[in-house]
């Protein structure tokens, strides 16, 4: 059994990142992050990992790292793995809108809601964090 989690380097990618963790914990499960493009090689990519799991008190949580196939769109990776054996949930970040933006929700996130095999959650960003 595994969660997964889509991986940016923004603001929505790395606040995904807690509660990704936290529902691994919850489930006792491990967490697949995908990382977007190849943000995984980034030198901050490990911390930002590390802070993600102290701030959700996940220390026992097994991580799995999985970069995105060649030639193939993050949305894609996300829906195919949701697909697999055993993955419960997968969690992505999503920006805040406003009320006329709702009407439009980015591709990538849309698609991962309307296609993805499993359930979805969808994390929004503390207000007021920096973009």
Same mark, same amino acid.
């Given at each position: 059994m595994s969660v997964?989690?889509?991986y940016s380097p923004t603001v929505e990618g790395k606040g995904a990142?807690?509660?990704a963790f936290g529902e691994a914990l919850q489930r006792s499960t &491990?967490?697949?992050i995908v990382a977007e493009?190849? !943000?995984a090689? &980034?030198?901050?990519?490990g911390?930002?990992?590390? !802070?993600?799991? &102290?701030e959700a008190g996940a220390a026992g949580v097994v991580v799995k790292i999985q970069d995105n196939e060649q030639g193939r769109s993050h949305a894609d990776n996300l829906i195919d793995l949701s697909f697999g054996d055993g993955v419960e949930l997968v969690v992505i970040g999503i920006?805040?809108?406003?009320?006329?933006g709702k009407l439009f929700l980015g591709s990538i996130s849309q698609r991962?809601?309307?296609e993805a095999q499993c359930p979805v959650t969808a994390v929004k960003p503390a207000v007021g964090l920096p973009r």
């Open positions: 997964v989690v889509g990142l807690p509660f &491990d967490l697949i493009d190849n !943000s090689s &980034d030198p901050e990519f911390a930002v990992v590390e !802070s993600a799991r &102290d920006r805040r809108r406003s009320p006329v991962v809601l309307l």
